[in-house]
């Protein structure tokens, strides 16, 4: 499983972003996916999760209600929506692929990073 994400950049304060994550193989739709991020000095932070068909989503409690997980199997894609952006978001973000625990993701795959820069 290899995952490709982008769409990261420089944005404002209460700016909106969508990340994408494509995967290239054909197993895109059997495994959930989740999106995390890691900010300078501190740990990777779970955000979101979606399962497999889409039904079941999860998400941190930090970015609830501001961040809208997504995905496109025709497309083997994977999105997160991220609205009212701040700049405690500025982070590195990840997407991953895995199977759903009952408040987030176990990660069997990893993507490479795309960063995010929020200016306040």
């Known amino acids: 499983v290899q995952l490709q994400a982008s769409g990261g950049g420089l944005v404002q304060a209460g700016d909106s972003l969508r990340l994408s994550c494509a995967e290239s193989g054909r197993t895109f739709s059997s495994y959930s996916m989740g999106w995390f991020r890691q900010a300078p000095d501190k740990e990777r932070e779970f955000l979101s999760a979606?399962?497999?068909?889409?039904?079941?989503?999860r998400y941190a409690d930090s970015v609830k209600g501001r961040f809208t997980i997504s995905r496109d199997n025709a497309k083997n894609t994977v999105y997160l929506h991220m609205n009212s952006l701040k700049p405690e978001d500025a982070a590195v973000y990840y997407c991953?692929?895995?199977?759903?625990?009952?408040?987030?993701?176990?990660?069997?795959?990893w993507g490479q990073g795309t960063q995010v820069t929020v200016s306040s």
């Open positions: 991953a692929a895995g199977r759903l625990t009952p408040t987030a993701i176990r990660t069997d795959f």
């Open positions: 979606i399962s497999g068909g889409g039904t079941i989503k």
